[in-house]
T-cell receptor, first 117, second 114 residues
């Protein structure tokens, strides 16, 4: 398997622009997570889905952030409008979610490095 | 909700010496505790994990211990090598539910001095 695939890998955008980050989880995994990583705050859980349904979005910082998972193989994280403080690495991750296999081992994508200027 | 605290935030050890990183968690229902290593510019990757029915687990130079009563767990790296330099994250999860979430500690930047 190719692992969790994220795009774009790097994006530089101007303040006020819309940003869309994309993720393809590992095939067969039924839980998907979006994390944000910064030096100051470490790895923050923004939202996670189980079987395409958002379970907990309490980590989403504000209404400018939204996430969707229209099917089992695709998710998006959107920021509109973007601000300089949104600059961070955004990781998508997935887990198989089956207790009798590898448990909740979380597999990360390579991250989307976002810079808002 | 779960809160995971990790110490120290930075750690420098001489090559060949041991390194210990400690974490505490708040939710007594947590029963799965993975550790991740993140090299500069790369994604976090699982290096070892432990479940609540086990007190200690070893994998070559890496070991993890868990004290459920005190709600803390630790990562031990022996005979450290330059390639051990990275940021290490502990995490806690309620584990067996497919809908559970994984909360990470703030990370420890480990540097190995030659």
């Amino acid at each position: 398997d190719a692992g969790v695939i994220q795009s774009p890998r790097h994006e530089v955008t101007e303040m006020g622009q819309e940003v869309t980050l994309r993720c393809k989880p590992i095939s067969g995994h039924n839980s998907l997570f979006w994390y944000r990583q910064t030096m100051m705050r470490g790895l923050e859980l923004l939202i996670y889905f189980n079987n395409n349904v958002p379970i907990d979005d309490s980590g989403m910082p504000e209404d400018r952030f939204s996430a969707k998972m229209p099917n089992a193989s695709f998710s998006t994280l959107k920021i509109q409008p973007s601000e300089p403080r949104d600059s961070a690495v955004y990781f998508c991750a997935s887990t198989p979610g089956h207790p009798l296999s590898s448990g909740n081992t979380i597999y990360f994508g390579e991250g989307s490095w976002l810079t808002v200027v | 909700g779960e809160n995971v605290e990790q110490h120290p935030s930075t750690l420098s050890v001489q090559e060949g010496d041991s390194a210990v990183i400690k974490c505490t968690y708040s939710d007594s229902a947590s029963n799965y505790f993975p550790w991740y290593k993140q090299e500069l510019g790369k994604r976090p990757q699982l290096i070892i994990d432990i479940r609540s029915n086990v007190g200690e687990k070893k994998d070559q130079r890496i070991a993890v211990t868990l004290n459920k009563t005190a709600k803390h767990f630790s990562l031990h790296i022996t005979e450290t090598q330059p390639e051990d330099s990275a940021v290490y994250f502990c995490a806690a999860s309620t584990g067996y539910s497919s809908a559970s979430k994984i909360i990470f500690g703030s990370g420890t930047r480990l540097s190995i001095r030659p």
